[in-house]
């Protein structure tokens, strides 16, 4: 735990610079950095950055090895070329402590229609101590705070005394390819810390999740001719109520999960997006449903793909549309293996005396029903992945925002979190 | 019926310019004139038969009063002002004979997936006796035929001796408003005939038609709490169910209906068009789906649609999600009276001779499911509104096709019937 002189010095500095903090999150709201078109805030972190000292890289998925790794995952709607990545070193000269990545993603999900929203959700609107708009919550809060805890550190004189990488990654909302490239890039510390807005928890597990896109096609007629029924959208919510039944047997397994058991369906399959048909009298010739599926620790996404490829094989020969027209299933996205943080390591042991110096108490620990990306480090390189981020509310929802009060408590969090695990020094 | 040595003279005529014809068909399918992209057609049409000799008139659906008739249906997705009317009169000098409207429509339905076609849609290609493409059959061929059989009397060195206007319009298939146009426009005659391909069988009657769009909308959440069912797309399948469980319910009814009580389910409910949400991985807050219903004779569309609306209302109340978000009915294009073409008319008795002197024996009757522009004719300006044209295959399907042989004899059959009901003389 960091003692509490230094941690006062953190406290003074993140509240002095809390105004900035906030107009910095602002900023970051106001690019509607959607899936294909984050390049702009990455730019502008870019410079941001590199103004303040860091040492700057950036990079497309284009420039890295994508393919040669086995947990890529497919970018169907998607250009790699045009998804930037960028990362801020702090390079520490003769570093005494343990080094450190800190990792957010800026990538966004779709705002949906704009009249839900009772303030633009891009406009970064402050009130009653809460900052609305997509991503504000979901995670350019956890961006702000990372960003300024380190710079808290810098503001109170002091250094880190080991190598620390910020790094604002694409493509977590989608495949998680942006995180993985910074690895493929080179990227290696003793610990990872992605602050997601976890509320001030620590992300015990997390289900994996894959992406399907089902592809419905057949023969349309005139619907003067038509029975009911046989026509591609009803077809392929044939496919939607089989994929339904099971999850709920999925959901039956999971009561035996050692980590999910407890929890009422922590499998969650989601049709999200659905497209067919191109007149209203004509019978639907196609129809296309982007969906995703959960799976539990114990369970791979590969197993999950061909159980979802074998209920769909299944429900087509009960329909007779489907029987003579059998479905597709394209694989078009996250194919994500769940991960555990196993109790135990030190990383967490200093995330948690953190948490409590700021906080008081116990950190409490979270199962989450979705991916991030520590899964990279926990799974894959060998190092504690931290998930543990600022509050909020309205993740993927409209009206999403993010907790003030809280974002100051997390950004104060974090910075006694790289000063103990890092160490610090007087800045020469 | 036209005596025989006319019809020798008609006969040789349309022969002699049958592969003119074709290409003019040809010509036609080559235009993609989907609904709001007619007017180079109409462009191009307007050229020919001005070429040819008629007095050309070319206007839009914001050059006539439309909203002044209560026949008039909404246009949600199409500028009337782009949608363009053509019509090529013959006016005859001292006109003997009785007076006509050829009417066709130029618009076409999406042609949907362009992979599922063997021949490309717009190519118009031709192959073992049949002309391919979307159009070809529904109804460009017809168009063809009744500008041919007009051309076939000039050809013959006669011409009509009464009135005659060769109308091409839009918006058949989606609100009839073109045809509205023509007749606000003020163009009237003791008869219409429109060549829609009945397969040489004139349409006894047709049922009507409504357009309406369902509007679901409601808040989302991240997956990762989202329940099972409780999102806009499943909501709007469970209005879908409620509505074919209603036309299930009217088809019941129909079995007592004077003109469709033996045909199995007359009454036609497809979900044409489907679209919603916006991210896998997030529970989609809206989903809109345009739907067409029929309506049998001795209803009216305010009934049909007054009916649909309180299935839905009475559907929403049983749905978790749609009973705090109310859906929305919008009425989006048809509001179509049903039309019985009495038997008995003088029109129909010289149509019916001309069909047997071409085609030997009675001229058949249909019971159309789908709606064409007669109506109009029949129902609000009491003239004889005749449905007969050529024969093909695969209207609003792929491989969309019409057959050069029956093309020919329509064009024979069209012929005569013009030399008959307004009679011909030589032309000076």
Redesign the interface.
Known sequence: MPDAILLDRLRAAVDAAFDEEVRFLQELVRFPSLRGAEAPLQDWMHRQLGAWGYAMDRFSLADVPLASHPKAAPMVDADPARSVQVVAAHRAANPTGRSLILQGHIDV?????AA?WTHPPYAGVVRDGWLYGRGAH?MKAGVAAMVFAMDAIRAAGLEPAADVYLQTVTEE??TGNGALATLLRGYRAEAALIPEPTGHTITRAQTG?V?FRLKV?G???????????T?A??SA?AL?QAL?AH??TLNQAARANAWYGAMQ?PI????????????????????E????IGLVPGTTPEEAMRAVEQVVKDAARGDAFLANNPPEVVFH??QTDPYVLEPGSEAEAVLAAAHAAVHGGEMPARL???VNDTRYYGLYMGVPGLCYGPKGEG????DERTSLADLKTCTLTIAAFIADWCGVREAG
Do not use: L
Request: proline share 8%.
């Open positions: 999900v779709p705002e949906g229609p839900m979901d909302e989608s999740t992406w096609r023969v349309p007629v005139h619907v003067m001719v038509a029975q009911d029924g026509n959208i009803m919510y939607i339904y999850t709920k369906d969650k399959f989601n049709p999200g997006i659905i497209r067919g048909g191109d007149w209203a009298s004509s019978t639907p010739a196609w129809c449903v982007d969906c995703r996205g996250f989450s029903t979705a993740a993927h929802g409209f």
